[in-house]
């Protein structure tokens, strides 16, 4: 293998020759041989936007050559429209802070910039990652900048999906409005509602974990560029910030703005730790609803079997027939991992000292993991699962009428101590709570009709008046 030779403080090393990367790049592939994991491609470009916002800044206030400057914009062009990704090679676990990952991409930029302008790679008199790519910047600033960057367009997309999601189950609280099933509390027969009422539960359970998620969002919109270091913004123009912030925001359609205190921006992570427990909540909400509907359609003849999923694929290796509720599945095993990442990151966030928390890289993986993992699969979740999903009115019906828990609509006639003898006859004899009610008298047919009507015991009609019969 060809190679080029080049010098950072520690010394000389030998650099790949086609490689963009440089020295400090490969010095960090040694040291971090972790997980083979990378920064997503959402990260990446959300590092150039910064590099690229930092060239212009630089060269509008004359500190960068315009010709070097220009190059710098024209490679990080190259590397948004999608080339040159495979040059970003530092596992996600890595130095503290993303040292290792801000010159992996200050040194590909360098080096492109030093072919666009004619020259060799690794000729860092003429470009230097150092000294012209990262030109007032730190690590310290532009990591996180990128960060709370790539999570706000990644969160985007993930709202547009849970949007949908909301969307599925409002559609099949409509279908089912009408047809009604057997509550249940404590896993035991308790007072029916409609199909239409639980799938409208989950639906504003969606909505309002989404907007918790869009609401801490907007704490990502402050942003620590123009820090450098330790918050002083020591080696930048004093215009550096104001021209900076204004072309990221141009350049990707966010609200953006500098943080009122760059120091507390360097130290405090907060603002990430609030979006990931939102998406920890929403994960915990999409858990549960995922566990409904695996218990609702368990079966098919020994479970509960109110509801059917979509058969997606064979269930078992051994057992003929079999289908499982593999969609819902695959949603439980995805939430687990967004509440691991979510602790990880608390953890992470904790880990701060003095003036800045070193620990955003892990931060960084974690975040955009969970966030990622959630929009890759909840429109497959809609599409293979919620969208089909049917419901046996006969199973629902059937549940309903043997209820024993229906003997609470003869409380207000009998009492609550005389309607628990009808509720242990109808279960013992295994006859419904309306028969019973009807063979003692306490309701004439059409009395009892009434009352037990899906109407009158989902609450669409006025309570019948509260009088006890001798």
Sequence with gaps: METRPEVDSL?????????????????????????????????????????????????????????????????????????????????????????????NVNEVLANRALEIMGKDKGDYTSVSPNDHVNMAQSTNDTFPTALHIAALLELQRLLRELDKLAEAFDILTGTYADVMKSGRTHLQDALPLSVGQVFGAYAVAIKNARDQIKDRSKRLEELALGATAVGTGANSHPRFKKIALAELSKMTGLSLRATENPFEALQSRSGVAAVSSALKEMALELTRIANDLRLLSSGPTTGLAEIKLPPVQPGSSIMPGKINPVMAECMNMIAFQVIGNDLALSLAVQAGQLELNVMTPVMMHNILQSIQLLVNYIPVFVDKCVKGITVDKKSCTSYVEKNPSLAVFLSPHIGYLEASKIAKQALKEGRSVKEVAIEKNIFKPEEAKEVFSPDFMLGKVRRRKREKKN
């Design 11 to 103: 010394g000389v090393r030998q650099v790949p020759k086609t490689a963009y990367y440089g020295i400090q790049t490969l010095r960090a592939m040694e040291n971090f041989p972790v997980s083979g994991l990378k920064a997503p491609v959402g990260f990446i470009r959300a590092y150039i936007y910064v590099k690229k916002a930092a060239a212009i800044a630089n060269r509008r206030v004359r500190w960068l050559d315009q010709n070097i400057g220009e190059a710098i914009v024209k490679a990080c062009d190259e590397i948004l429209d999608g080339r040159f990704l495979d040059q970003f090679v530092v596992d996600v676990f890595q130095a503290g802070a993303g040292t290792s990952f801000n010159m």
